[in-house]
C-alpha cells in the first residue's frame, strides 16, 4: 500500500513508524507533506519515498491519504488537495473535530475514514476509535483497520458523533494522567524528595497500580478500600480530594473537551 500522510508531526509519524514497524508498508511507499521546515529536515532521516512541503498531482499516485494537520489547518489543505485527489483513493483524518461530512464537502470526494488515536501510538500502546462513510468499501476499510492496529487497539464506531467523546476521553486522556503524575511528583518535592527520588516513587505507583486495575479481581471502589484503612493517610488525603470537588473538576475538564471538539467542526 501506498500512503500520503499530509503533516507529519506527533501523530502523522507515530502512524508513519508503526506501519513501518510491522512491516506493512516500504519506506519508499511514503509520500511525506510537511510544512514546517525544521521538522522536513528531520523527515529525511526516515527516508521516505518522497518529502515534499506542498501537495502536487503525484499525491494521486498514493491509495491512502492521512490527514494529520490540525484541525485548523485543514481548510488551506483541503484547497490543494481537492484539485488532485482521485475518486479511488481513501481519506484517512485523524483530525479533531472535523466531521466526514465536512471533509467530503471540502475535497468533494466520498471515502473518508474519520479516527481518533492517543499519543502511546508511539509505542503501538494506542488506542483508536474511528468511523467511516458508507462509500469506503470493507476491503478499504479492512486495510486501514490493519494499519491502524500497528499502533495499538482499535474501535469501530458506528455513531460518528461518539468521536468527539472519544477524543475527550481517550484523545486527550494521556495529558489528564500526565497532569496528576506531575502533581504528584510536586507533593513529592513538597515533602522534600529530590526530583528524581519522587518521580521513581511515583512513576512505579502508576505502573503498579495499572496492573492491578487489570489483573486483581476487583471494583474500583474496592481497590480504593483495599487502599485506605480506616482512619489512616489515604482517608485523609481522599477526604480533601472530595472537599476540593476533584472527581467533579476532572469529569467537567473532560466534558469541556467534548465540547471542543464539537466546535472545532465549526471552523
Ligand atoms: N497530539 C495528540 O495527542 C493527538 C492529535 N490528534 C490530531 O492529530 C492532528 C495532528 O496533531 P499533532 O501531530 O499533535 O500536530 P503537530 O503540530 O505535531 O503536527 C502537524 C504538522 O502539520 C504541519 N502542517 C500544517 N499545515 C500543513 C500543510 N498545509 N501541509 C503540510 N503540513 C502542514 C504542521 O506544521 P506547522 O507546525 O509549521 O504548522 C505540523 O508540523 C491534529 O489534527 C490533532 O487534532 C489526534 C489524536 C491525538
Ligand atoms: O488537544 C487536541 O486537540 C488533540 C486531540 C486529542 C489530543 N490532542
Redesign the pocket.
Known sequence: MKIAIIGCGNMGMAFARAFLKFDLVKKEDFLLVEKSEDRTEKLSSFQPGVITGVISPQISEYDLIILSVKPQDFLSVSESLREVITEKQVVLSIM?GITIQIIQNALNHKAVIRA?P?TPAMLGMGITAYSASPEVEMNQLRKVENLINATGRSVFLEDEEQLNAV?ALS??GP?YFFYVVKAMIEAGKKMGFEESVAALLVKQTMLGSFHLINTADKSLDELIKAVASKGGTTEAALRQFEAGGLDETLMDGIIAAQVRSRELSEG
Open positions: 479533531a481518533m492517543n477524543t484523545g486527550s495529558a
